[in-house]
Antibody, heavy 120, light 112 residues
Framework: QVQLQESGPGLVKPSQTLSLTCTVS??????????WSWIRQPAGKGLEWIGRVSASGITRYNASLESRVTISLDTSKNQFSLMLSSVTATDTAVYYC????????????WGHGTLVTVSS | DIVMTQTPLSLSVTPGQPASISCKSS???????????LYWYLQKAGQPPQLLIS???KRLSGVPDRFSGSGSGTDFTLKISRVEAEDVGVYYC?????????FGGGTRVEIK
């Protein structure tokens, strides 16, 4: 069964770049008709889809964040990553990585999530 | 973006009683391939969301049959036939018919 694990700094200063990695086990990130997403959830609030990368490396982003977001695959490490630039306090959230259900972006498997706080 | 509106915001249910959650989308979720990409998740405290129902009504393996999904177009419903203590948490609907994916605001279910 596929498992996902987020990693990265838990504290980022305002205006800097948030960088997270999702390590995938139990399956190859570059095979199959899967899409790999990042989703975030501010404390006590709802879920926001950030964007996704397909197994072939094609990316799609939420327009609300597109100017600041990069999602990429590292097939050699079976990982995918998120970079979010020019962060502010409003970017403070639990960040989840997820794998889509077959042939779709809707998440079927999720990582446990990692809290990222933006503060000086 | 497609706006997903869930009601009610919260629900307090006696064990063994039914519960129903509504999810309405601002546009039809019927895709050009004939499928409707509406999903239901349950997020328990301190955990990531877990997928319960895919494409309106397809229950995932291992999900109890007391959970059922229905609907079409813009109106969808998740029903729990007999609520159990383990069903507490926040339920979210999600559409992936159109990017960006958008979630409903969530419905908190608690036990009386």
């Amino acid at each position: 069964q596929v498992q996902l694990q987020e990693s990265g700094p838990g504290l980022v200063k305002p205006s800097q770049t948030l960088s997270l990695t999702c390590t995938v086990s139990g399956g190859s990130i570059s095979s199959g008709n899967y899409r790999w997403s990042w989703i975030r959830q501010p404390a006590g609030k709802g879920l926001e889809w950030i964007g996704r990368v397909s197994a072939s490396g094609i990316t799609r982003y939420n327009a609300s964040l597109e100017s600041r977001v990069t999602i990429s695959l590292d097939t050699s490490k079976n990982q995918f990553s998120l970079m979010l630039s020019s962060v502010t306090a409003t970017d403070t959230a639990v960040y989840y990585c997820a794998r889509g259900v077959v042939g779709a972006t809707a998440p079927g498997y999720w990582g446990h999530g990692t809290l990222v706080t933006v503060s000086s | 973006d497609i706006v997903m509106t869930q009601t009610p915001l919260s629900l307090s249910v006696t064990p063994g009683q039914p519960a129903s959650i509504s999810c309405k989308s601002s546009e039809s979720l019927l895709f050009s391939d004939g499928e409707t990409y509406l999903y239901w998740y349950l997020q328990k405290a301190g955990q990531p969301p877990q997928l319960l129902i895919s494409e309106v009504s397809k229950r995932l393996s291992g999900v109890p049959d007391r959970f059922s999904g229905s609907g079409s177009g813009t109106d969808f419903t998740l029903k729990i036939s007999r609520v159990e203590a383990e069903d507490v948490g926040v339920y979210y609907c999600l559409q992936s018919t159109q990017l960006p994916l958008t979630f409903g605001g969530g419905t908190r279910v608690e036990i009386k």
